[in-house]
Nanobody, 129 residues
Framework: VQLQASGGGLVQAGGSLRLSCEASGRTVANYAMAWFRQAPGKEREFAAALTPSRRTYYADSVKGRFTISRDNAKNTLYLQMSSLQPEDTAIYYC????????????????????????WGQGTLVTVSS
Protein backbone atom coordinates (compact mmCIF):
# COMPACT_ATOMS: atom_id res chain seq x y z
CA VAL A 1 0.00 0.00 0.00
CA GLN A 2 1.30 3.42 -0.93
CA LEU A 3 -0.12 6.84 -0.13
CA GLN A 4 1.21 9.79 -2.11
CA ALA A 5 0.36 13.18 -0.58
CA SER A 6 0.63 16.40 -2.56
CA GLY A 7 -0.73 19.92 -2.78
CA GLY A 8 1.13 21.67 0.00
CA GLY A 9 2.76 25.02 -0.44
CA LEU A 10 3.06 28.59 0.77
CA VAL A 11 -0.14 30.58 1.18
CA GLN A 12 -1.09 33.85 2.84
CA ALA A 13 -3.36 33.93 5.85
CA GLY A 14 -6.96 33.72 4.75
CA GLY A 15 -6.09 31.71 1.67
CA SER A 16 -6.98 28.20 0.59
CA LEU A 17 -5.23 25.01 -0.44
CA ARG A 18 -6.37 21.54 -1.44
CA LEU A 19 -4.29 18.56 -0.42
CA SER A 20 -4.50 15.26 -2.29
CA CYS A 21 -3.57 11.75 -1.25
CA GLU A 22 -3.49 9.19 -4.05
CA ALA A 23 -3.68 5.61 -2.86
CA SER A 24 -2.38 2.47 -4.51
CA GLY A 25 -2.86 -1.06 -3.27
CA ARG A 26 -6.19 -0.31 -1.57
CA THR A 27 -9.52 1.05 -2.78
CA VAL A 28 -10.12 4.20 -0.72
CA ALA A 29 -13.88 3.69 -0.74
CA ASN A 30 -13.48 0.61 1.46
CA TYR A 31 -11.26 2.04 4.20
CA ALA A 32 -11.29 4.79 6.77
CA MET A 33 -8.76 7.47 5.97
CA ALA A 34 -7.57 10.57 7.74
CA TRP A 35 -5.36 13.62 7.68
CA PHE A 36 -3.00 14.36 10.54
CA ARG A 37 -0.60 17.25 10.87
CA GLN A 38 2.60 18.02 12.72
CA ALA A 39 3.68 21.57 13.38
CA PRO A 40 7.32 22.44 14.07
CA GLY A 41 8.29 21.36 17.56
CA LYS A 42 4.91 19.76 18.26
CA GLU A 43 3.46 16.29 18.25
CA ARG A 44 1.41 14.94 15.38
CA GLU A 45 -2.28 15.77 15.78
CA PHE A 46 -5.52 14.69 14.18
CA ALA A 47 -7.14 17.00 11.62
CA ALA A 48 -9.91 15.12 9.79
CA ALA A 49 -11.18 11.61 9.06
CA LEU A 50 -13.55 10.00 6.57
CA THR A 51 -15.17 6.59 7.00
CA PRO A 52 -16.12 4.25 4.14
CA SER A 53 -19.75 5.34 4.62
CA ARG A 54 -18.57 8.98 4.26
CA ARG A 55 -19.05 9.93 7.90
CA THR A 56 -16.64 12.73 8.74
CA TYR A 57 -14.78 13.82 11.84
CA TYR A 58 -12.87 17.05 12.40
CA ALA A 59 -10.62 18.49 15.05
CA ASP A 60 -12.21 21.51 16.71
CA SER A 61 -9.36 23.66 15.44
CA VAL A 62 -10.26 23.01 11.78
CA LYS A 63 -14.03 22.48 11.95
CA GLY A 64 -15.87 24.77 9.56
CA ARG A 65 -12.68 25.57 7.62
CA PHE A 66 -11.48 22.17 6.37
CA THR A 67 -13.41 19.59 4.37
CA ILE A 68 -12.32 16.00 3.88
CA SER A 69 -13.60 14.09 0.86
CA ARG A 70 -12.64 11.40 -1.60
CA ASP A 71 -12.99 10.64 -5.29
CA ASN A 72 -13.54 6.92 -5.70
CA ALA A 73 -12.84 7.00 -9.43
CA LYS A 74 -9.44 8.58 -8.82
CA ASN A 75 -8.82 6.55 -5.66
CA THR A 76 -7.81 9.80 -3.97
CA LEU A 77 -8.48 11.46 -0.63
CA TYR A 78 -8.66 15.24 -0.39
CA LEU A 79 -8.46 17.92 2.25
CA GLN A 80 -9.87 21.27 1.20
CA MET A 81 -8.51 23.94 3.52
CA SER A 82 -9.84 27.48 3.64
CA SER A 83 -9.42 30.52 5.89
CA LEU A 84 -5.92 29.28 6.61
CA GLN A 85 -4.07 30.77 9.55
CA PRO A 86 -0.38 30.73 10.53
CA GLU A 87 -1.17 28.14 13.20
CA ASP A 88 -2.18 25.74 10.40
CA THR A 89 1.46 25.63 9.31
CA ALA A 90 2.51 21.99 9.51
CA ILE A 91 3.43 18.89 7.60
CA TYR A 92 0.19 17.18 6.65
CA TYR A 93 0.06 13.38 6.49
CA CYS A 94 -2.64 11.18 5.03
CA UNK A 95 -3.28 7.79 6.59
CA UNK A 96 -5.31 4.65 5.91
CA UNK A 97 -6.84 2.11 8.33
CA UNK A 98 -6.50 -1.37 6.86
CA UNK A 99 -9.67 -2.64 8.59
CA UNK A 100 -12.04 -3.43 5.72
CA UNK A 101 -15.20 -1.26 5.71
CA UNK A 102 -14.80 0.00 9.24
CA UNK A 103 -17.96 2.05 9.66
CA UNK A 104 -19.17 1.43 13.18
CA UNK A 105 -16.38 2.52 15.45
CA UNK A 106 -16.40 5.39 17.93
CA UNK A 107 -15.10 8.85 17.14
CA UNK A 108 -12.07 8.07 19.26
CA UNK A 109 -11.18 5.24 16.93
CA UNK A 110 -11.12 7.37 13.79
CA UNK A 111 -9.30 10.29 15.41
CA UNK A 112 -6.45 8.25 16.92
CA UNK A 113 -3.18 7.93 15.03
CA UNK A 114 -2.77 4.38 16.35
CA UNK A 115 -5.76 3.27 14.22
CA UNK A 116 -3.96 3.89 10.96
CA UNK A 117 -1.59 1.36 9.46
CA UNK A 118 -0.34 3.17 6.38
CA TRP A 119 0.97 6.72 6.11
CA GLY A 120 1.90 9.01 3.28
CA GLN A 121 5.18 10.89 3.20
CA GLY A 122 3.67 14.25 4.19
CA THR A 123 3.24 17.54 2.41
CA LEU A 124 4.29 20.88 3.89
CA VAL A 125 1.78 23.68 4.30
CA THR A 126 3.14 27.08 5.27
CA VAL A 127 0.78 29.95 6.06
CA SER A 128 2.29 33.40 6.22
CA SER A 129 0.77 36.23 8.23
Amino acid sequence: VQLQASGGGLVQAGGSLRLSCEASGRTVANYAMAWFRQAPGKEREFAAALTPSRRTYYADSVKGRFTISRDNAKNTLYLQMSSLQPEDTAIYYCALDETFRSNWQTAGYYTSSTTYNYWGQGTLVTVSS
